[in-house]
């Protein structure tokens, strides 16, 4: 709205604007010869404005310009509340309780009348935000260049010995729809990529051999499944995310030099020597680092106590990965080692880390638990261990109850840190109901104290 | 100038306070001035020294290096000097990669099969750890050319961009959707690979790959390839004809690594002596004209072969070639 001028203080109290409908004893003040100031104590902007648009030589002449007729509108009815009563009459306006006790629901009735239009945009503006806020959101954490959400494909193992081969009971089907629903959740909240992969389905290959070796196949085809997605971050079903709140970027990607270990030494437990020290070796890969640039990282993996554990693991797109993948799997090396490689694709995986240099320079080790925390009775051989084992105080980011399908609980120790995820995950509105009826926080029976 | 600045010197009994004071005054200008000079020096120094220490710098020599450090092509031939090996045949092997490689402005390397422990394995395997090598000493090569000790250079006035590498060259030799182990191997050549996209070209004789001599291309894909032909579990597996074997099956199993391959025909840069010619594919015998020609086992005595007596002719006649 522009007004041609500024407004003006009047002689008798307030200003003369062209906005206002005040009336206007402004005679001198008209930039323009005053037609209407034949009566001047009557006249309103409205009309005047009327006319002056009729005649079209105003200065200023709002119509025609939507915002500014609204707005025009706005103000104009403002004063109507005191538009019934002279001018004189401002002075002992509110002095008369009765006449206030009359005039102000009224007013205010003729108000929200009068606001319809826009209380009604604003409603509408609110209701709108609500409804599309969370697409909203979820859009940029998805968009590539946003939040990068669809740069990332959680690949979840569902299935496990069930299926057509073997009867799958009511503790299997409740394990797979808490891990399945737990990463669905995780995945629509950052807008990554959720591929289950049926394990039931074993390929069958030109000789038996490779039976159970669907890991290096699957990831294959789901890079192919994602053409632009970066990061395929591999789940056994066993696996609970405890801290949805954590993204994969803020929890790992966005800092990955300090996230990450590529020296094997800071925790070796296959203690296998590093960096290589043949001669004939570029010096790339008999450092110890490889080039130690975060772009060199190919491949993410969390150790236990023995040795590298895929239950949890991170590998980026490369024309590296294509080579490890395609490598990974050997039948020279399988009809060797097959009696001696009982973790399959975990051992072969340690063979190649030890026996090829190439492999060496675009790893990364994660701190087992940063992703890949373990109940206390994985790797319990010698106790707690404060690199290995879940703790709460730490809001550790999931557990791997790796190990638990043999001589464990698999659904107890499921449930038990589903519970625990949820009571330590609740909102301020939980917490305050807990705190009024008094309900202790969850104390799992599996965490210690 | 700092000393213009300062009032002219008078001959008084102050001097001396004087040069005190102008000592104090000039302090702050000198020590910021001296500090920025030892940072300086500091720096260069670092650069120099870090510079020094990077991949990027001059490959420290080692023997058998020979030619520029940045030479694009290098020469490797894998030598077992002993008497009853490489020995006899040793020098004039080397001379004649070496004219080759001066002509052209190639590199050369000779290690020696000793300088790598094979713990599993003949030492027919060392030529894959020899290539590693060559690649960490010439890190800003682009070809690394492997010769067997027991082949011949006969055509030295064939460069290898021009007559195998070149884009257009290589497309036009590629042997496309064969076996890779004649006759019925079910894995072949691909087909529609481009030129610039090969990383690693060789010649198939009668009974598949021969790894007598190849050339790769230095980078990352080498470091993968060469990397895992070395593996220890190929070595101990017993191949019946070790590395060459070992060729085979991966590439046959790993597409990464076919996907990378182009066959040459033969002739191409393994040409046959008549001596091995029941091995030799069609056209793979040596003609004059032909780039190389391979001894292949003329230092098995048993069959009443004998590398020297082979081969010095060739050499006079590689020589004479180049004159």
């Known amino acids: ?250 929890h790992i990607f966005n800092d990955i030099q300090k996230k990450v270990y590529r020296d094997i030494n800071v925790y070796n437990p296959l203690n296998i020597s590093h960096p290589p020290t043949d001669e004939f070796l570029d010096p790339i890969s008999r450092s110890a680092i490889g080039d130690g640039k975060a772009d060199s990282i190919n491949l993410l993996v969390p150790q236990d106590c023995g040795g590298f554990n895929l239950g949890s693991f991170l590998i980026r797109r490369s024309a590296w990965t294509d080579r490890l993948l395609d490598i990974w799997w050997d039948p020279v090396g399988y009809e060797q080692k097959h009696m001696e490689w009982e973790h399959k694709e975990q051992d072969a995986l340690e063979w190649m880390y030890t026996n090829q240099p190439w492999v060496r320079s675009h790893f990364a080790f994660l701190p087992q638990r940063s992703i890949n925390s373990f109940p206390p009775g994985a790797c319990n051989d010698k106790g707690p261990n404060t690199k290995i084992h879940y703790d709460s105080a730490d809001r550790d980011f999931l557990v791997n109850m790796a190990g638990c399908e043999w001589g464990r609980d698999c659904w107890g120790e499921m449930f038990e840190y589903r519970k625990l995820s949820e009571s330590l995950n609740r909102n301020a509105l939980k917490r305050f109901w807990d705190w009024v009826k008094g309900t202790p926080p969850h104390k799992s029976k599996l965490v210690k104290s | 100038m700092p000393s213009g600045a300062l009032p002219p010197k008078k001959a008084s009994p102050y001097v001396a306070n004087v040069n005190r004071n102008k000592a104090r005054q000039m302090s702050p200008r000198s020590v910021v001035l001296g500090a920025l000079g030892v940072i300086g020096t500091l720096w260069m120094l670092f650069r120099l020294f870090g510079s020094s220490s990077t991949p990027k710098s001059a490959p420290k020599s080692v023997p058998g290096m020979g030619g520029s450090a940045y030479a694009k092509t290098v020469i490797v031939t894998v030598l077992d000097e002993k008497a009853d090996a490489d020995g006899p045949i040793a020098d004039f092997v080397k001379q004649n990669r070496i004219d080759y490689a001066k002509k052209h402005g190639y590199a050369t390397f000779f290690p020696s099969a000793n300088n790598y422990t094979i713990k599993h394995g003949s030492s027919s395997w060392a030529k894959v750890p020899a290539l590693r090598h060559a690649m960490t000493l010439f890190p800003e090569a682009t070809y690394f050319f492997n010769l067997d000790p027991h082949t011949l250079i006969m055509n030295p006035t064939l460069s290898i961009e021009t007559h195998i590498l070149a884009k257009q060259r290589l497309e036009s030799l590629m042997v496309t959707d064969v076996p890779i182990v004649p006759p019925d191997s079910v894995i072949k050549t691909f087909a529609g690979l481009k030129g610039d996209r090969v990383d690693f070209v060789i010649t198939q004789d009668r009974e598949g790959l021969s790894e007598k001599s190849f050339i790769i291309r230095n980078g990352d894909w080498a470091h993968f390839f060469l990397d895992a032909w070395f593996d220890p579990l190929y070595r101990t597996y017993n191949f019946q004809r070790a590395e060459r074997h070992a060729l085979e099956h991966i590439v046959q199993w790993h597409g990464t690594i076919l996907a990378k391959l182009a066959l040459v025909p033969q002739n191409i840069m393994n040409s046959y002596h008549e001596k091995q010619a029941t091995a030799a594919n069609d056209n793979g015998i040596y003609k004059p004209g032909d780039f190389i020609v391979n001894f292949g086992d003329c230092n098995q005595k048993a069959k009443g072969r004998n590398c020297e007596n082979e081969m010095r002719p060739y050499y006079a006649r590689s020589v004479q070639a180049d004159l």
């Open chain 1, 1 to 250: 709205m522009s007004l041609s001028r500024s407004p003006s203080p009047q002689r008798g109290g307030g200003w003369s604007s062209p906005g206002l409908t005040t009336p206007v004893d402004g005679t001198s003040r008209r930039p323009s010869p005053v037609r209407y100031a034949a009566s001047p104590s009557n006249v309103s902007w409205k009309s005047a404005s009327s006319k002056s648009d009729a005649k079209s030589f105003s200065t200023y002449s709002p119509r025609g310009q939507k915002f500014q007729t609204h707005m025009r509108k706005i103000s104009a009815n403002i004063p109507f509340w005191n538009s019934s009563k002279d001018y004189a009459d401002k002075e002992g306006r509110g002095r008369r309780p009765d006449d206030w006790q009359k005039r102000v629901p009224a007013h205010i009735g003729r108000m929200v009348w009068k606001l319809r239009a826009p209380f009604a945009i604003i409603l509408a503006a609110v209701a709108l935000f609500f409804i599309i806020a969370y697409p909203l959101l979820h859009t940029w954490r998805r968009t590539a260049f946003l939040g990068g959400g669809s740069k990332y494909v959680i690949m979840l193992a569902t299935n496990l010995g069930g299926g057509v081969m073997e009867w799958k009971g009511p503790r299997e089907w409740a394990i797979e729809r808490d891990s399945v629903k737990n990463k669905k959740a995780y995945a629509k909240r950052w807008g990554y990529e959720l591929e289950m992969v049926d394990m039931s389905t074993k390929k069958r290959y030109a000789h038996e051999w490779r039976e159970s070796w669907e890991k290096v196949d699957t990831i294959r085809n789901t890079m192919r499944k994602y053409p632009n997605a970066e990061w395929f971050w591999w789940l056994d079903l066993h696996t609970f995310i405890m801290e949805p709140t954590y993204s994969l970027q803020s």
